[in-house]
Every structure is written in structure tokens, then in C-alpha cells.
């Protein structure tokens, strides 16, 4: 008995299993782009509203999968940085004429030359959990261990993505995304995670869209 | 016995995590900060960090916040040394005020607040880390321009399975980038500073 135990606990340790998630993506393409190799690309996360908080490695999940297509991708701590303090959440443009502003600073446009910085990705939103239910309990004894029980959770995701072509001081391409996933805990002595990728298809679906726009393809929706 | 010794052992171990877990988070926060990209004032500044400013580490109180410190001192000094330092023509730092100010301003600050909230606490899932500063700006005279007061505020999104001394060191993080920005929009609006500038003959803004 022990010993079926023991490989229980091993192979549960060994597995997470995946829960589905559903992603919908919706795209405004104000214009079309040739996008130059000497352009970089941006992505940058929104901070400003007072409930949220685009998460960091959402935004870096995106400008990672948009890089590896071969896209000239500038990360938002190297530009942060750069042009700091004009992009921290207190006075980051919220309008492309706010950014024209920004820009008009010489010391901002002589970096943003030098990083032959075109095109700036806004990701606005954030993941959350809308919903949970269920109720494990742990219980550790002389020669004994597990939980019992089960934990239900969904998670849903929303984001607005802007597109600036802050060269042409104008805004290309609005995409929103939404993703939704429901994850499971059941436990029989070991707890076996279910877990639905909620965020990270989000973070698939933003960049197959955007890297879709710079490649001049025709709107796709991922699956 | 081997046997007895063996499952002794992983007990004290599993009471030690426990244990361990009782103790409450200890925030440690990048002292890493940008140097601001700034059109510089022609004049040289100085900076009093003493060192109860530059180590300070704020403890909790309160056991029932799961928090046990933050150690914020590093972080506050570097990123108000960089802001001058982009902002100043030159700028020289001292541990305490020296005698004789050889520089033209000189600028001392000193934290007066330091407070944070929760996920549990509020009812959106973010922590919020809010600090309250002082900085007494003084000629090269030793008189005051001014005693200017500046606020520092971040957040930080609570994930899934995320640790609390990282999302806390992440919200501290943004809170000390704003207070920087806050110095940098601010100080040139202060009625003190501003009338210093004017009569030094400088532009309003960096």
C-alpha cells in the first residue's frame, strides 16, 4: 500500500495537467504597414488605472514571442529606462499627441533615434480571477500525509492593445483580446493541478496579431 | 532505528517550514535606477544621505500582515542621487551637512511616511506601497529655499502562485521610479525653488 503511495505522490509530482482556455481576438486595422528592417518595435504595459495593473510578464511574454519571429524588439525595462521618467505610470503618454509632446524633449528623440525606436505596442489590461469555489483540506500525521478535497477556479483575461506609429505621430491598429480558462485542484491524498493557461494564450494571442499586422498578412484569429 | 531516526528528522524539517513561514516576508528592493535623460540646470548640487536614511529598513509592527520588514534605504538614496545627478550640472554627496556648502544648492531629504495595503486589505487584487518625503533645499549660504514635500506610489499585481516579497519588492520598485519622477515634475513648480532659479537667472524646467 505504502508503495502505491509513493508512486502516486511521484507521478502527481511529476504532472501538471492542462486545462483548456478559449481565447477571442478582435482587430481594428486603421492602416497597414511595410514594416522597414531597421524599425524596432516596442511593447510597453499600461499602469495607470487604479484597479489593475498590466502585469510585467505579460508584456514580456509578448515582446519575447514577437522577437522570435525575427521583429526588432526593444523590451520595456531597456526603453523605461532609457527614457526615464517619461514612460513611468504617472506621466506615460495616454494620447499619441501627449507622446508627440514627450518626443519634441531633445534628449528623448536623440535616444529614441538611437534605438531606431518606429512602432509602440500599449498592452492595457490584466488577468483576474472572476471565480472560485470548492475546499481542500491538509492534514500531516505520524506516518501520514495527503489533502482531500477540490478547488475550482476560473480566470479571465482582458486586454486592448494600441498600436503608434510614432513617426507619422498616429495610431495604426487597435486589437483586443479576451481569454478565459477554468482550472481544477483535485486531491485524493496528493493534489493534482489542472491548470487552464489563461494568461499565457492570452499572451500567444496578442503577439500572433501583432506580428500578423508588421507581416501585412490579413486578419487570423488564433485558436 | 534508523527507521525512527529518519522520520524524526522530517518532522523537525516540516516544523522548521512551518516555523519559517511564521516569521513574516523581509522585502529586499533593487537599488538598480536609470540616470534621467534631462536638459541639466548649470549649477552645482550637493545631497545629504545620512546613513539612517541610506539602510533604513522599514518593520512591521503588526503580526497580523504577514510582512516583517522592507529594507528601502538603499533604493530611496540611489534613485534621489541619480535624479540630481541628471538634473545638476554636478552633483557631490555627503553622509552629513558639511560646514561650509561649496556647491549651490544643497538638497536633504528625509522619509516621513511609509505605508502599504494589502490584496486581502482592499478589494482589488494589487498591493499598493505609499511613502511621504521631505527634502529641505538650501543656497549656498546655508539659507532655505525651501522644505518641499513629494510622494512616492506603486502597485503591483497580485499572479497566480506569486510570492509576496516579490510582489511587494515590484510595487517598492515603482514607488521609488515614481518618487524620482516626482522630483524631477515637481521641484521645478515649487514656489521656493522656482524663485531660487529666478534669481540664479535659469530656465523653469530641466
Same mark, same amino acid.
Request: proline residues 4%; negative net charge; hydrophobic residues 40%.
Given at each position: ?67 522570435? =519571429?525575427?521583429?526588432? &524588439?526593444?523590451? !520595456? ?11 513611468? $505610470?504617472? #506621466? /506615460? ?79 495604426? =491598429?487597435?486589437?483586443? &483580446?479576451?481569454? !478565459? ?11 493534482? $493541478?489542472? #491548470? /487552464? ?27 | ?206
Amino acid at each position: 500500500m505504502n508503495q502505491i503511495i509513493k508512486n502516486l505522490i511521484v507521478s502527481a509530482g511529476g504532472v501538471v495537467l492542462v486545462a483548456c482556455s478559449t481565447v477571442r481576438v478582435e482587430e481594428n486595422r486603421m492602416e497597414t504597414v511595410v514594416l522597414d528592417k531597421t524599425d524596432a518595435i516596442a511593447v510597453l504595459g499600461r499602469r495607470h488605472g487604479s484597479s489593475y495593473n498590466t502585469e510585467y510578464d505579460l508584456v514580456s511574454c509578448v515582446a519575447s514571442n514577437i522577437g522570435h =519571429d525575427g521583429l526588432q &524588439v526593444i523590451s !520595456e525595462t531597456e526603453l523605461s529606462d532609457e527614457l526615464y521618467p517619461w514612460l513611468e $505610470p504617472r #506621466i /506615460a503618454p495616454i494620447r499619441i499627441e501627449a507622446m508627440l509632446y514627450m518626443m519634441n524633449r531633445p534628449t528623448v528623440r536623440e535616444r529614441l533615434n538611437a534605438m531606431n525606436l518606429r512602432y509602440v505596442v500599449w498592452v492595457d489590461g490584466s488577468t483576474q480571477t472572476t471565480d472560485q469555489s470548492g475546499s481542500m483540506s491538509c492534514a500531516i500525521a505520524p506516518g501520514f500525509a495527503g489533502c482531500y478535497g477540490m478547488g475550482i477556479w476560473t480566470n479571465e483575461s482582458g486586454y486592448e492593445v494600441s498600436i503608434w506609429d510614432i513617426e507619422q505621430n498616429r495610431e495604426i =491598429d487597435q486589437i483586443s &483580446v479576451s481569454a !478565459e480558462g477554468t482550472s481544477y485542484l483535485p486531491a485524493i491524498v496528493v493534489p493534482i $493541478p489542472i #491548470i /487552464a493557461r489563461v494568461q499565457s494564450s492570452a499572451c500567444n494571442g496578442i503577439a500572433m496579431q501583432v506580428k500578423s499586422y508588421f507581416k501585412g498578412e490579413t486578419g487570423e484569429t488564433p485558436n | 532505528m534508523n527507521n525512527i531516526v529518519n522520520k524524526y528528522q522530517i518532522y523537525i524539517l516540516l516544523l522548521s517550514a512551518l516555523l519559517a513561514g511564521c516569521g513574516g516576508t523581509r522585502v529586499v528592493v533593487t537599488d538598480e535606477y536609470p540616470i534621467p535623460s534631462l536638459k541639466k540646470y548649470p549649477y552645482s548640487a550637493g545631497l545629504v544621505i545620512p546613513p539612517e536614511f541610506s539602510t533604513y529598513i522599514y518593520q512591521e509592527a503588526r503580526t497580523d500582515r504577514g510582512m516583517k520588514s522592507v529594507d528601502l534605504g538603499a533604493a530611496q538614496a540611489r534613485i534621489i542621487g541619480n535624479v540630481l545627478r541628471g538634473m545638476f550640472a554636478t552633483l557631490e554627496q555627503y553622509e552629513s551637512r558639511p560646514e561650509s556648502i561649496s556647491v549651490d544648492v544643497m538638497f536633504e531629504p528625509r522619509l516621513e511616511a511609509f505605508q502599504y495595503a494589502l490584496p486581502a486589505e482592499t478589494s482589488v487584487e494589487v498591493l499598493e506601497v505609499w511613502a511621504k518625503y521631505a527634502i529641505r533645499i538650501s543656497d549656498r549660504g546655508g539659507r532655505e529655499i525651501a522644505d518641499w514635500g513629494v510622494t512616492a506610489y506603486g502597485k503591483s499585481g497580485e499572479g497566480f502562485m506569486s510570492n509576496m516579497g516579490s510582489i511587494f519588492a515590484e510595487a517598492v520598485r515603482v514607488a521609488v521610479r515614481d518618487l524620482g519622477a516626482n522630483i524631477i515634475l515637481g521641484l521645478p513648480r515649487d514656489i521656493g525653488f522656482k524663485s531660487w532659479l529666478d534669481d540664479q537667472g535659469a530656465e523653469l524646467t530641466p
